[in-house]
């Protein structure tokens, strides 16, 4: 029982954690519905993936060091929480901090849990 705990806990995070990055991506691809030339599509489009392209470079890390992608996943969750909250207050904004948060927090507790299942192991 306790080896299925342990490959549920390895491969969870980092099954949603790709799923996550590609969903960010994909979300980044409304720059294209903007009228906008060739160039400014280019640098819209990369600033749009800057976020994702960081939480990829988080899971990267995090295939080896689960701790790291935990606290960068959790801190990921409050900064867009942080940056949310600057604009006006709409409902359709608290399904955005569910989707986008709530997934971060999930991904980034599951690996400090893997993190912990393995420390206590190790012990």
Not at 4 to 13: A, D, E, I, M, Q
Not at 17 to 25: D, E, M, P, R
Not at 48 to 69: D, F, M, Q, R
Request: net charge positive; hydrophobic share 65%; with cysteine.
């Amino acid at each position: 029982m306790d080896r299925k705990v342990s490959k549920f806990l390895y491969w969870t995070p980092r099954i949603l954690a790709i799923i996550f990055v590609c969903f960010l991506f994909l979300m980044s691809l409304d720059v294209f519905g903007n009228g906008l030339g060739f160039w400014q599509t280019v640098f819209a489009l990369f600033i749009h993936n800057v976020p994702a392209l960081i939480l990829l470079v988080a899971v990267i890390i995090s295939w080896k060091y689960e701790i790291v992608g935990g606290i960068i996943f959790i801190l990921a969750g409050i900064l867009y929480i942080i940056l949310i909250i600057r604009i006006p207050f709409e409902w359709y904004v608290l399904s955005w901090v569910i989707q986008i948060s709530g997934f971060a927090f999930v991904i980034g507790v599951l690996f400090i849990f893997g993190w912990y299942n393995k420390k206590k192991q190790l012990s």
